[in-house]
C-alpha cells in the first residue's frame, strides 16, 4: 500500500538545538497532520494543514505543507527535554478516498 | 471524561483467554479507528467505522472481533490470541472517515502469554 517517506527515522540533539524532520508522497496530499507520542501513550495531534503553502505555528513548532501537495516538514526550535518522543506526519490522499496514512516516525531523542 | 479514553490501560492475557478493549470518544465523532502499533514499526490501521458501520477491514485475523454499537463506542473483542499480537493498540475517532483530524486515545498496553 501507499506509504509516507518520513525522515529521519531518529535524531539525536542537544538541548536547545533546533530539529527539522519532514515528510513526502508520491502522491498529492490535501491534508497533513503532524502527531507526537509519548511512550506508552497515544499520538497527540500537534499541528493540522489543509492548504498547499501553508504555514502553521503551535508554540516552539512549526509546519508547513508544501507547495507541490507531497510533502510537509516540522521543525522545533530550541529543543527542551519534554520534546523527546515519537513524531508521526499522516495525511489525507484524495486520489484515496481521503484515507489517512501515516509515516512511520521520527524518534527524537535529546542528549544531557 | 474527555477526548477518547480507552480501558484497560494494560491487559496481560492467556492464548485461550477471552477479552475486551473498549474505546468512547466524546467528541461528537461519528468515525472511530483500531490501530494496532507494534515496536519498530508504523502504525497499522486495522478497523473503520462510520456511522457504526464497517467501512474498512485491513485483513485482520479474524481472531480480531469489532463492535460498533453507536457512534461514541468501539470495542474490539480478543479470542484465542497469538504471543504476536502483544502490541499498544489504539483508538481514534474523526469527525468522519473521510476528513478531519484523527484523534487518539491512550492506547491499551496488550501482553499475550
Known amino acids: 500500500g501507499q506509504q509516507l517517506n518520513q525522515s529521519p527515522q531518529s535524531m539525536f540533539i542537544q538541548e536547545g538545538e533546533d530539529v527539522s524532520m519532514n515528510c513526502t508522497s508520491s502522491?498529492?496530499?490535501?491534508?497533513w497532520l503532524w502527531y507526537k507520542q509519548d511512550p506508552g501513550e497515544g499520538p497527540v495531534l500537534l499541528i493540522a494543514?489543509?492548504?498547499?503553502?501553508e504555514l502553521t505555528s503551535n508554540g516552539r513548532l512549526t509546519a508547513q505543507f508544501g507547495i507541490t501537495r507531497k510533502d510537509s516538514f516540522l521543525n522545533i526550535s530550541a529543543s527542551i527535554p519534554s520534546d523527546v518522543g515519537i513524531y508521526f506526519c499522516a495525511g489525507r490522499n484524495p486520489n484515496r478516498d481521503d484515507k489517512i496514512i501515516f509515516g512511520k516516525g521520527t524518534r527524537l531523542h535529546i542528549l544531557p | 471524561e474527555t477526548g477518547v479514553t480507552q480501558t484497560p490501560r494494560h491487559l496481560v492475557m492467556g492464548m485461550t483467554n477471552k477479552k475486551s478493549l473498549k474505546c468512547e470518544q466524546h467528541l461528537g465523532h461519528n468515525a472511530m479507528y483500531w490501530y494496532k502499533q507494534s515496536a519498530k514499526k508504523p502504525l497499522e490501521l486495522m478497523f473503520v467505522y462510520n456511522f457504526k458501520e464497517q467501512t474498512e477491514n485491513n485483513s485482520v485475523p479474524s481472531r480480531f472481533s469489532p463492535e460498533c454499537p453507536n457512534s461514541s463506542h468501539l470495542f474490539l473483542h480478543l479470542h484465542t490470541l497469538q504471543p504476536e499480537d502483544s502490541a499498544l493498540y489504539l483508538c481514534?475517532?474523526?469527525?468522519?472517515?473521510?476528513?478531519?483530524?484523527?484523534?487518539f486515545g491512550p492506547g491499551t498496553r496488550l501482553t499475550v502469554l
Open positions: 502522491s498529492i496530499f490535501n491534508t
Open positions: 481514534a475517532s474523526s469527525q468522519d472517515w473521510q476528513g478531519g483530524e484523527q484523534f
Open positions: 494543514l489543509y492548504k498547499a503553502g
